[in-house]
T-cell receptor, first 112, second 116 residues
Framework: QQQVKQSPQSLIVQKGGISIINCAYE??????FPWYQQFPGKGPALLIA?????SEKKEGRFTISFNKSAKQFSLHIMDSQPGDSATYFC???????????FGSGTQLTVLP | ETGVTQTPRHLVMGMTNKKSLKCEQH?????MYWYKQSAKKPLELMFV???????ENNSVPSRFSPECPNSSHLFLHLHTLQPEDSALYLC???????????????FGAGSRLTVL
């Protein structure tokens, strides 16, 4: 119940294309869903986050879509750029928990 | 320096060695974390400290021993490790657990550990 399942494991997209990464969860007590971006040789950094009272959140080219009934959320990267090439982790957190539960990561490569 | 700094960045040790990883944060945060990152696996939380007190130990083997002398420094002492312990060890910090700001983790760049 604590797992967050992330797919795909790797993704290759052409420059200008749309990158979509999906995550699914079981625990309905999760109430905060962040995405972290990790470049090679760096630690993960918070990219964007959403709470389940909204279905979508957009920041620049990055959008989280949230489907509470399906217990799924996804990250969309519009107009993908080579500089977006990184590993992306979804995560989820219960309000009272002291920890984030992370997905297994998606390695995104955007071809020039 | 700003952010979360981890040293060393790379460490190679034998199974009988004793070494330590160090983490320092300059963000004024009161919670610090150790995570283990292995290829194609979710980040695994190892330990959480809130105001220098350990609040979480995720069934981590005793060959990993954390130490948090103050809210800005965190250590991970390593002894008699196994080859399967080879991984990237990430330190993170956040506002105090229980505070809404605790949702946002700031990670260091990690210490790449290889156990021979």
């Amino acid at each position: 119940q604590q797992q967050v399942k992330q797919s795909p494991q790797s993704l290759i997209v052409q420059k200008g294309g749309i990158s979509i990464i999906n995550c699914a969860y079981e625990n309905t007590a999760f109430d905060y869903f962040p995405w972290y971006q990790q470049f090679p040789g760096k630690g993960p950094a918070l990219l964007i986050a959403i709470r389940p009272d909204v279905s979508e959140k957009k920041e620049g080219r990055f959008t989280i879509s949230f489907n509470k009934s399906a217990k799924q959320f996804s990250l969309h990267i519009m107009d993908s750029q080579p500089g977006d090439s990184a590993t992306y982790f979804c995560a989820a957190r219960r309000g009272s928990a002291r920890q984030l539960t992370f997905g297994s990561g998606t390695q995104l490569t955007v071809l020039p | 320096e700003t952010g979360v700094t981890q040293t060393p960045r790379h460490l190679v040790m034998g199974m009988t060695n004793k070494k330590s990883l160090k983490c320092e944060q300059h963000l004024g945060h009161n919670a610090m974390y150790w995570y283990k990152q292995s290829a194609k696996k979710p980040l695994e939380l190892m330990f959480v400290y809130n105001f220098k007190e350990q609040t979480e130990n995720n069934s981590v083997p005793s060959r990993f021993s954390p130490e948090c002398p103050n809210s800005s420094h965190l250590f991970l002492h390593l002894h008699t490790l196994q080859p399967e312990d080879s991984a990237l060890y990430l330190c993170a910090s956040s506002q105090a657990v229980g505070n809404s700001g605790a949702n946002v983790l700031t990670f260091g760049a990690g210490s790449r550990l290889t156990v021979l």
